[in-house]
């Protein structure tokens, strides 16, 4: 198996020549990391006349190697880029596919050149425009509702990796002994977190929203529609890394967008903002809508995926409480 590694530009520029992905006048310039994965392995490659970007997956997290993931998800992101090239109201604001190759778990795409994503949010000093939530909602109109489904099939199912994703979503941050320490994030966490972890109502209603989770919907999702995901270019903002993606509830891509305003601290009338310019909002299921949002915060506060938040404990906990609240109903 071809091994993508920034140490050999070599060997990689013999494999992208036998892909037919670099021609046979082409060298490898320069390798360079293009940003903060997490899933997996991500290269930009300059031949001296273009940059395109490299990514293969492995059986494990990149950012978390012992946590084993399916090493073929590469296959069902490229599969995502295919489906959504057909629609020009979604294909603008992401990364074209350049090839895949299936036998070795790597896909090429689109440079999208030099380029931030939008974790500084979470230093909560940074704010997002109300122009720059506009578009991010205009791409889940397009994806969500470009591609809905009548009769529900099997297509981008993405089973195992949305197996993977429901653990770590709805599962192990709840979990009262789950091996992480989070006090090792910030000093009090893990004793600031134990009552939700023991709360079993809570508990019971976040298996119910972790059950829709991993049923089949109607409609296609992005998966991991947050801040990480989300690219500021010269061209705008640009969408990158479904391989989350799957057909399920659009509540859910929706209801993480609206847990990190909250996890950043945005300003209230953004929230507005995202009840009228996302299409049909009037015909979601709102319990599910605030559920999904409220498990949301709670991971990324007491789980293992943590963000870059500055916030102290006090603002953790009234969080915490609000999102249960949401979660609950009440």
């Not at 946590?67 to 295919?82: G, M």
């Not at 709360?199 to 989770?213: E, F, M, V």
């Amino acid at each position: 198996m071809f091994i993508l590694n920034a140490n050999k530009p070599k060997e990689l520029a013999n494999y992208l020549q036998e892909q037919q992905w670099l021609g046979l006048d082409e060298t490898v310039v320069s390798l360079s990391k293009p940003g903060e994965g997490n899933m997996n392995y991500v290269l930009r490659v300059d031949t001296g006349k273009r940059t395109f970007i490299v990514k293969q997956s492995r059986g494990y997290v990149e950012k978390y190697p012992q946590v084993a993931a399916p090493e073929k998800r590469i296959v069902t992101e490229s599969a995502f880029y295919e489906k959504i090239a057909a629609k020009i109201n979604v294909q603008k604001y992401m990364p074209r596919l350049i090839g895949i190759d299936v036998e070795n778990n790597v896909m090429v795409i689109e440079d999208l050149g030099n380029a931030n994503d939008f974790s500084p949010l979470y230093d909560l000093h940074h704010f997002l425009e109300a122009d720059e939530l506009k578009e991010l909602l205009y791409y889940l109109n397009g994806l969500h509702h470009s591609f809905k489904k009548t009769i529900l099939d099997d297509e981008l199912a993405n089973l195992e990796l949305r197996k993977l994703n429901h653990e770590h979503i709805f599962h192990y941050p709840f979990m009262e002994a789950n091996g992480f320490d989070l006090n090792s994030v910030q000093d009090g966490l893990q004793e600031l977190a134990l009552p939700y972890k023991k709360d079993a109502t809570l508990k019971k209603q976040i298996t119910l929203l972790g059950s829709l989770y991993m049923s089949k919907g109607k409609y296609l999702l992005h998966g991991d529609y947050y801040p990480g995901s989300w690219l500021k270019t010269s061209d705008g903002i640009k969408i990158i890394d479904p391989e989350f993606c799957y057909y399920g509830s659009r509540e859910f891509d929706l209801g993480v967008l609206i847990a990190h305003l909250y996890l950043t601290q945005q300003d209230e009338n953004l929230l507005s903002i995202v009840v009228t310019e996302y299409d049909s909002y009037t015909d979601l299921n709102l319990e599910i809508l605030n559920g999904f949002i409220g498990v949301e915060i709670m991971r990324r506060l007491i789980g293992l995926a943590q963000l870059p938040l500055q916030m102290d404990l006090k603002q953790k906990k009234e969080l915490l409480d609000f999102a249960r609240t949401l979660i609950l109903k009440k």
